[in-house]
């Protein structure tokens, strides 16, 4: 538009790409997710171990022109080995992208194996705790 905002969502066409430099501000973003709209293939499933190689870095950009604050994120090429659904390639360029909002995915299954453990680790502690009570009393 002239007036330097993009806007989504106000013709029946699909959005799927939009390149935005620097910085931009948005009410949310919305995807579709409904379940009669999916083939469901698998569960996620994570490798703790694996998933806690992942590089989490500050950074700057190294070309000049681009937003020299400090950024928060990770690489791509390593997410790749372990994700390559998340990571896309610029077909010009041959650049990796993050989808970063698909992360959130892995880490709520990162959570939920944790809090199976915790679980587990708490129902044994509970029964060493029984079990050190009823030796103290005998």
Not at 77 to 91: A, H, N
Not at 113 to 134: D, F, H, I, P
């Amino acid at each position: 538009a002239s007036d330097n905002y993009c806007r989504i969502g106000e013709s029946t066409k699909r959005f799927y790409q939009c390149y935005v430099k620097n910085s931009y501000s948005t009410n949310g973003f919305y995807e579709d997710s409904d379940e009669r709209l999916k083939n469901i293939i698998k569960s996620v499933k994570v490798d703790l171990d694996e998933l806690s190689k992942l590089r989490k870095i500050y950074y700057i950009w190294k070309n000049p022109k681009e937003n020299q604050s400090l950024q928060l994120g990770m690489i791509a090429q390593d997410v790749q080995r372990l994700y390559p659904e998340l990571v896309s390639m610029d077909k010009n360029t041959g650049y990796l992208s993050l989808a970063y909002d698909k992360l959130s995915v892995i880490a709520l299954e990162a959570i939920d194996t944790l809090y199976e453990e915790y679980k587990q680790l708490k129902e044994r502690m509970n029964g060493l705790e029984k079990l050190l009570c009823s030796k103290e009393i005998l």
